[in-house]
């Protein structure tokens, strides 16, 4: 694809996925349609994800701080745990584990602690709220007093609204792309995601594989590439997503970060053209992909990303845990996506799909 003189040269990651400078997408959002159209376009190639590169330094340190507490939470008792599960708004706000369906049974190798980082309390009607708890409902912060997870509402929030003004800024920058892509050319996608209520941060943590054993098995390509979350679409317009952290459980003390267990082990993603592909995110960066309210909103020509999450359960892979955060980036219930669609309407056909 040709780029115009007084556009940005489109660079990708090793991986084959676009990267663009956080500088750049401050200074000229204009400037990188071309990137833009790469990532998220529908050629072939296109994987749906962007990566964006040379963020503010302290971003580090709140990735950090808040995938050690996704571990401390997971790690806590049981019953402590139960006291923040919410199934009054299916899941979606608090801690939520073997709830979600997933190739068809519970999924029990990932806990999930859900809230808006955003809005702690929602000022849309009263009938939008009762009518969509799992977007509505308030936030639920394990208490001050709970032993192992300090500050946990503060470090979420920390994170939480930093990937969220990337996300805004990469909308302005989608924009120009999205714009003539849209069935309604009265949509704007900064907008969308800027004032809507519905933003949504998950919190990870994917438990360590049960059992290691020989390891030219269990790193046998027959393992399924799917085995530690199932392909799937997201339903957002853009989620945003941290590189994971690997944490080694020694039995003493402090779990230890470790790479990753197996280079085979990661996200996969599916090209538009079928090829899958695994996409590494650095440490210091951040990915932004593709849903499928933006599918709808477009007439599916800027399609969803279908990924998943491999394990490889070799002996390396013993005690590991795979910590990340995805912030679901998305408009109000009552946003018509389509003609006949409200995002409220989609919501609950995948809510249905997903929950029991």
């Known amino acids: 694809m040709p780029v115009p003189d007084n556009q940005l040269p489109v660079?990708?990651?090793?991986?084959?996925?676009?990267?663009?400078?956080?500088?750049?997408?401050?200074a000229s959002p204009q400037l990188l349609t071309p990137s833009i159209e790469k990532a998220f376009g529908s050629q072939p190639d296109s994987l749906g994800i962007i990566i964006v590169k040379d963020l503010p330094e302290e971003y580090v340190r709140y990735r950090e701080r808040l995938l050690k507490l996704a571990y401390k939470f997971a790690t806590l008792d049981p019953n402590a745990r139960e006291k923040y599960v919410d199934a009054s708004s299916k899941y979606s706000f608090g801690w939520?584990?073997?709830?979600?369906?997933?190739?068809?049974?519970?999924d029990t190798l990932k806990g999930s602690y859900y809230a808006n980082p955003i809005v702690d309390k929602p000022t849309v009607k009263a009938e939008e709220q009762q009518q969509f708890p799992?977007?509505?409902?308030?936030?639920?912060?394990?208490?001050e007093d709970e032993v192992g997870v300090p500050d946990f509402e503060e470090a979420f929030k920390e994170l939480g609204r930093f990937i969220f003004k990337v996300g805004c800024e990469?909308?302005?920058?989608?924009?120009?792309?999205a714009l003539s892509q849209f069935s309604d050319s009265s949509l704007s996608l900064p907008d969308l995601i800027a004032g809507g209520q519905t933003t949504k941060a998950r919190l990870l943590h994917y438990f360590p594989p049960a059992e290691a054993g020989d390891d030219a098995e269990l790193d046998s390509e027959d393992q399924p590439v799917d085995s530690w979350c199932g392909f799937h679409l997201d339903h957002s317009l853009l989620t945003g997503l941290c590189s994971a952290l690997f944490l080694k459980n020694t039995g003493e003390g402090e779990p230890i970060a470790v790479p990753s267990p197996s280079p085979k082990a990661g996200l996969y993603i599916r090209t538009r053209g079928g090829e899958l592909t695994k996409v590494s995110i650095p440490v210091d960066c951040l990915a932004f992909q593709t849903g499928e309210a933006l599918e709808i909103a477009t007439g599916g020509k800027l399609?969803?990303?279908?990924?998943c999450v491999r394990v490889v359960p070799s002996a390396d892979a013993l005690n590991v845990s795979r910590e990340t955060f995805a912030l679901f980036m998305q408009p109000n219930?009552?946003?018509?996506?389509?003609?006949?669609?409200?995002?409220?309407q989609f919501s609950k056909k995948v809510f249905d799909e997903h929950y029991q």
Request: hydrophobic share 30%; with cysteine; charged share 15%.
């Open 11 to 26: 660079t990708l990651t090793n991986d084959g996925a676009v990267s663009i400078s956080y500088n750049d997408l401050k």
């Open 96 to 106: 939520s584990h073997g709830k979600e369906i997933m190739n068809g049974k519970p």
């Open 134 to 143: 799992e977007y509505y409902g308030e936030n639920i912060w394990p208490a």
């Open 170 to 177: 990469l909308a302005v920058a989608c924009q120009p792309f």
């Open 303 to 307: 399609r969803a990303t279908p990924h």
């Open 333 to 344: 219930t009552d946003q018509q996506l389509s003609p006949s669609m409200t995002f409220g």
